[in-house]
């Protein structure tokens, strides 16, 4: 049950300028939405990212936008009028039968990421909402990083993540992600992901 770089996207939800100065213990969790944007990085993990109505809230920082494959303005808080759901789950088998090709020009799939690791703001309404949605997709596994998530009031945000236990999704950390994804001290990579998660 640990999580494995190779089967993880990595989803950053509304990390944006004028909404992170009231998120309660904001800089905290931007500062872990960092580290986990620069292990995804380190890890090849492809990463996404949404803007709530960005012309309101303002874009996400600099750095978590660098670390994103695509960036995808909304106004749902669920994130469903994004293409962000097709780029999480598998594509479909394509018509016809591939076997009647010759071997030399069969091109195997790649191989689909069934573990949609999600943070972000808040967590009681985008990130809740767009968990709830994934989950709805048996082919997801959703996990939320606890420590990258925040909302006005704290009270809220638990109760995010009450709910979202509640409904299958898996609650972790920042470290715990880097260390799952790295997996032992004699990774090579062990000191870069060191590095990030200190």
């Known amino acids: 049950m640990l999580l494995d770089a190779s089967d993880c996207q990595l989803v950053l939800v509304d990390y944006q300028?004028?909404?992170m100065p009231a998120i309660a213990h904001g800089d905290e969790v931007l500062d872990r939405a960092n580290r986990l944007a620069a292990l995804a990085t380190l890890f090849g993990v492809p990463c996404w990212g949404t803007e709530q109505v960005p012309d309101k809230l303002g874009p996400m920082p600099p750095t978590l936008r660098q670390a994103c494959r695509q960036v995808w303005a909304k106004a749902a808080f669920d994130a469903s009028d994004t293409p962000l759901q097709q780029h999480l789950c598998a594509p479909p088998r394509p018509a016809g039968n591939?076997?009647?090709l010759p071997r030399h020009l069969q091109k195997p799939a790649a191989p689909p990421r069934h573990t949609v690791v999600l943070a972000g703001c808040e967590a009681h309404v985008c990130v809740m909402q767009t968990a709830l949605t994934l989950l709805e997709h048996d082919e997801l596994e959703v996990v939320v990083v606890t420590d990258a998530c925040g909302s006005r009031r704290e009270r809220d945000r638990d109760a995010?993540?009450?709910?979202?236990a509640a409904e299958g999704a898996t609650l972790v950390t920042t470290e715990m992600v880097g260390f799952e994804w790295l997996r032992s001290a004699?990774?090579?990579r062990f000191a870069q992901a060191l590095a990030i998660l200190k």
Do not use: I, M, T, V
């Not at 995010?160 to 979202?164: S, T």
């Open 186 to 188: 004699r990774d090579e």
């Open 17 to 19: 300028a004028r909404l």
């Open 160 to 164: 995010a993540f009450d709910r979202l």
């Open 98 to 100: 591939a076997r009647s």
